[in-house]
């Protein structure tokens, strides 16, 4: 008797042990995936484990008849030489949603041209590089600049990936309903974003877009249809290997905005983006999303350009 309950302890330990092999295999498989995409693709040099740093997005719209390309191109290389690490730049390809605190203080004929995630030390770093006079100087070429910190969690950031892993693996063996393929929809009607999608579907769009999200959360009526949303957003991008790169709390840097949440989310490319927004899963669910204020501004990345890689 003694025997046979140590071989089934025996027996017990080695099926333990290989499903926790498979769990850490899945996990850094994961992980593995989630870091090749977002230098190969998406163009963003975030260190996956950093320590306590701020990170900052700055919109800039370029002065009237100007391309934006140059100035940019200016203030990179001038932010090169202080505390500022480049993690990502984007073009604005289409502003989804516009914020009303933006746009009462700028008006409402704004458009952003292009954003950059910059990382510092710390607040006080990025205090000290604002006072440089070159970036002084590179930052008046724009006809606009906005400005707004985020407090970025790497432990966040990194589990939010494993989280996916987790929604995934629960979908499979549940049997949940395949979502793809996208079934066009006919209410979604050709639009300014449809547009612009398609325009970079083949060019600098091709593998990837970044929109950039700041987000005020509404009342609790608005929270509850804004997270079945996401939910269901969370659900397709676990099952094909996309989502949020960067995730944290706001931290208002001029004009006094108000913005609980920034997130920076990745999609396969500005054709798939497209297959997706015009799908009837997607009107099926948009109807839900509901913040009480939010700036969203669909990116193609451009980081590449600026450091020369």
């Known amino acids: 008797m003694a025997k046979s309950r140590m071989t089934n302890l025996r027996i017990l330990g080695i099926s333990f042990l290989v499903c926790l092999l498979i769990l850490v295999g899945m996990m850094v498989n994961q992980h593995s995936h989630y870091a090749d995409v ?18 900052v997005l700055t919109f800039v719209s370029a002065q009237e008849g100007q391309d934006f390309m140059a100035p940019l191109e200016a203030l990179v290389a001038s932010a090169q030489q202080t505390e500022a690490t480049l993690i990502y730049a984007g073009q604005v390809i289409h502003t989804g949603l516009k914020s009303q605190q933006i746009l009462s203080t700028f008006g409402p004929t704004l458009e952003w041209q292009a954003i950059l995630l910059q990382q510092f030390d710390s607040f006080e770093a ?25 407090k970025r969690s790497a432990g966040l950031n990194v589990m939010l990936h494993q989280l996916l892993l987790g929604i995934k693996t629960w979908r499979q063996v549940t049997f949940s309903p395949d979502i793809l393929p996208f079934q066009p929809s006919p209410d979604a009607a050709r639009s300014e974003m449809s547009s612009a999608l398609l325009e970079h579907a083949d060019g600098l769009g091709q593998e990837a877009i970044l929109i950039v999200n700041l987000a005020r959360d509404g009342d609790e009526e608005q929270q509850a249809a804004n997270a079945s949303y996401g939910s269901a957003m969370l659900g397709l991008m676990a099952d094909i290997g996309y989502g949020p790169m960067h995730i944290g709390s706001t931290v208002s840097l001029e004009h006094d905005h108000q913005f609980e949440q920034a997130m920076l989310v990745y999609y396969p490319g500005s054709q798939y983006f497209h297959d997706l927004s015009s799908s009837t899963w997607f009107q099926g669910i948009i109807g839900d999303k509901q913040l009480a204020d939010t700036q969203a501004c669909i990116t193609v990345p451009i980081t590449n350009l600026l450091l020369k890689r």
Do not use: C, W
Not at 39 to 54: C, I, K, R, T, W
């Open 126 to 150: 990025y205090q000290n590089y604002k006072k440089r006079p070159e970036i002084e100087r590179a930052m008046g070429q724009f006809g606009v600049i906005y400005t707004h910190g985020i």
């Open 38 to 55: 977002r230098l190969s693709a998406v163009q963003d040099y975030q260190e996956a484990f950093h320590g306590d740093v701020f990170h």
